[in-house]
């Protein structure tokens, strides 16, 4: 049985230390979205320092037997969600395939890469879950090719109340190694962050798309 609090400060400190995720309220970053944020995530730089690489892989799948049960196979969504599941499939000892953000130009024109076997039960791998939008829109195109999807785990979360309800009207678990509450306890407490940086960092969690205008 795993100790989720535990994870998750862990997690936290381990995302903080790498500066895989970076806290800058006086100098907001602009996502992709356009949105202005006090916080940015890439996940991606866990793969560069082993331990932690071992450590969200050993808790990923720990997280996948505890909370889905019996899976017959792993699916990564495209791309920082590739090598996180790959490394779940490896400990596991399962099959892995990989959702495209949109199908190939060419030939099959396939969405899901590597053999496909729509009777195996499925746990899709992602790195994190903002609104939920990219991780959902994978979530489909396995159920649209015949897999029973079993749930979505991730490392981290923003947390977003709407990421919440789009995973409940899509009747899909979900699940993350830690989150943005746990985040912000852990970088009080350890200094990363003042009590009045904690304060903006709320704020923006209520309000994404237009803090900061």
């Known amino acids: 049985m795993f100790n989720k609090s535990e994870i998750e400060q862990q997690v936290a400190e381990f995302l903080l230390q790498i500066k895989a995720i970076k806290l800058q309220p006086d100098n907001p970053f602009t996502w992709a979205s ?3 944020s006090p916080i940015y995530c890439d996940n991606r730089v866990t793969l ?34 590739i090598p996180q599941g790959v490394l779940v499939a490896q400990e596991l000892g399962l ?29 899709v791998i992602e790195d994190l879950i903002s609104t939920g939008k990219s991780s959902l829109q994978a979530v ?6 015949g897999y029973e999807v079993a749930g979505l785990a991730a490392i981290f979360s923003y947390g977003f109340d709407h990421a919440t309800e789009n995973f409940k009207e899509a009747k899909c678990k979900f699940f993350t190694l830690s989150n943005y509450n746990a985040l912000l306890k852990y ?14 960092l ?5 309000s994404p798309s237009t803090w900061g205008q």
Not at 97 to 121: F, L, W
Not at 202 to 206: A, F, L, P, Q, S
């Open 34 to 36: 356009g949105w202005k």
């Open 202 to 206: 709320r704020k923006w969690r209520v």
């Open 95 to 123: 099959p892995f395939i990989y959702v495209r953000s949109k199908p190939k130009d060419h030939g099959t024109g396939s969405m899901i890469e590597g053999e496909i076997s729509p009777e195996k039960r499925v746990v």
């Open 140 to 145: 489909d195109a396995l159920r649209a090719a």
């Open 48 to 81: 560069s320092h082993p331990t932690i690489r071992t450590y969200i892989r050993q808790n990923l799948s720990l997280v996948i037997q505890e909370e889905f049960g019996a899976v017959g196979c792993i699916a990564g969504v495209a791309t920082a969600g």
């Open 187 to 200: 970088a009080e407490e350890n200094n990363y962050i003042s009590a009045q940086d904690t304060e903006i």
